[in-house]
């Protein structure tokens, strides 16, 4: 099943020229579109589905500084500050609370890395605490695992995937942006090595410049313009249960992760634990993703499934160019990991005993789009000038979205980036840069 999100008209009217086009209306498309028009450029919005139909309804909804590789602490700093924006700006809560954060575990690395990246984040503003096994027990209590310590952040939080991008959406409507869902992006208008425009299946858009922010779909967009974009999905499980008893907000173990929703429900997952299905395209980027895989062996499966056949990474996408792929599958929603379902709800048992019998109200899957290191590709082109890029978040796309989506906004029209854009280079997947993995 799909997650809910809140839907939003569309614009019925397709223009025949703006000054940007995205292709792509998840957290990073809409927020680029939100601040393009309010520097008063006209933009217009494509999606083949609905605002936030895939990652962007699909993830956890955290919103955090804590543990972030250094090269995406700067941009998540940005995100934050955004995200309070968000919600003096716009006239619609996007659910966005600094509720805190809490890490818990029991084991003696993954203690000494936290630990380890403390001096970092202090340096960096991020207020950051250890906290001790007693300190840890008030939030997570002890099931069949004995914490020995974790760490807080006391001011990152959480927003809710349901509303934020389309409230942001709406925000960017309002300062003239014009949204067009169930309009699919075919392909670019290139001319002379620039973008002139897009061709959509309602027709073309002229245009000075495009932002592809389109996640899972992105490398196969691209792929008949000659631009290598290597990307992976990992496929992912979430449920929600019906609202329940307050144990607190944001709460993390290596057996589960919980995310309290305005409404009292929760969302459910266990971090890391993940289903890479074996596909044309995951073979023809295996190279660029082994050390990474390696990295994560013991928390992944490998399966075939339709994924091969159909989609974004399957067979007949990588053989054939068709340009109706993206109209076939609207929406990207694979089927939730039973087993996962299962054991989600057995590990949050174990540690609350009072959500044994919890009913839930829906379980959805998520194809999680993947860069190499883990880190988000935001970058000029090189080889087609006035095209952006914005994807490859592994996993980070919704938290940083504000901060992606406003980086990839000033790339597109040569403003000064309020970060360095360099760590987030297109090139350094394709080049034989050494990479290094992120996240912790």
């Known amino acids: 099943m799909s997650p809910y999100v809140e839907r939003i008209p569309s614009d019925e009217r397709l223009p025949d020229a703006a000054d940007v086009v995205i292709v792509g209306g998840g957290i990073i498309g809409v927020t680029a579109a939100y601040f393009l028009a309010k520097q008063g450029k006209s933009v217009a919005l494509v999606e083949k589905g609905h605002i936030a139909c895939e990652q962007s309804s699909r993830n956890w909804g955290w919103c955090r500084q804590q543990n972030r590789d250094r090269r995406e602490l700067p941009l998540s700093s940005v995100a934050m500050r955004l995200w309070d924006e968000f919600s003096k700006e716009l006239e619609q809560d996007v659910g966005f609370r600094r509720c805190g954060l809490f890490y818990a575990t029991d084991n003696e690395a993954q203690m000494a890395e936290w630990a380890a990246w403390q001096p970092f984040g202090l340096e960096n503003g991020v207020d950051t605490r250890i906290l001790g096994a007693a300190e840890i027990a008030q ?37 003239g942006a014009t949204i067009h869902q169930g309009c699919a992006a075919r392909a670019l208008d290139i001319a002379n090595g620039r973008v002139v425009g897009v061709h959509t299946e309602k027709g073309l858009i002229r245009a000075d410049a495009v932002l592809c922010a389109a996640g899972a779909w992105a490398s196969r967009f691209l792929r008949p313009h000659g631009i290598s974009f290597p990307q992976a999905g990992v496929r992912q499980t979430a449920l929600r ?13 290596p057996d589960f992760a919980m995310t309290r929703r305005l409404d009292g429900s929760y969302t459910m997952a266990i971090s890391g634990k993940a ?12 190279r660029e993703f082994l050390p990474q895989f390696v990295r994560r062996l013991k928390n992944v499966r490998l399966a075939v499934g339709r994924s091969f056949v159909s989609g974004p990474e399957s067979l007949l996408s990588l053989l054939r ?120």
């Open 139 to 175: 939030h997570i209590p002890e099931g069949s695992r004995k914490w020995i310590g974790g760490v807080s952040s006391p001011n990152d939080g959480k927003a809710e995937p349901a509303i934020a991008a389309p409230a942001i959406a709406l925000g960017a409507r309002a300062h």
């Open 241 to 253: 249960t019906k609202p329940t008893t307050d144990v607190g907000g944001c709460l993390y173990s």
């Open 275 to 286: 289903t890479i299905d074996i596909t044309p395209q995951g073979i023809r980027y295996a």
């Open 321 to 440: 160019n068709d340009e109706t792929i993206f109209e076939r599958t609207r929406v990207l929603d694979p089927a939730p990991q039973q087993w996962l379902v299962r054991k989600i709800l057995a590990n949050v048992g174990q540690n609350f005993p009072q959500f044994s019998d919890i009913e839930i109200v829906g379980a959805w899957g998520a194809l999680v789009d993947c860069s190499p290191d883990a880190v988000p590709v935001i970058s000029k082109v090189d080889q087609v000038d006035g095209l952006v890029l914005a994807a490859g978040c592994s996993g980070h796309g919704f938290g940083m979205g504000p901060g992606i989506g406003r980086l990839a906004a000033e790339l597109l029209v040569n403003a000064d980036p309020c970060v360095d854009p360099t760590p987030f280079r297109l090139s350094r997947l394709v080049d034989g840069s050494p990479l290094e993995i992120g996240g912790l």
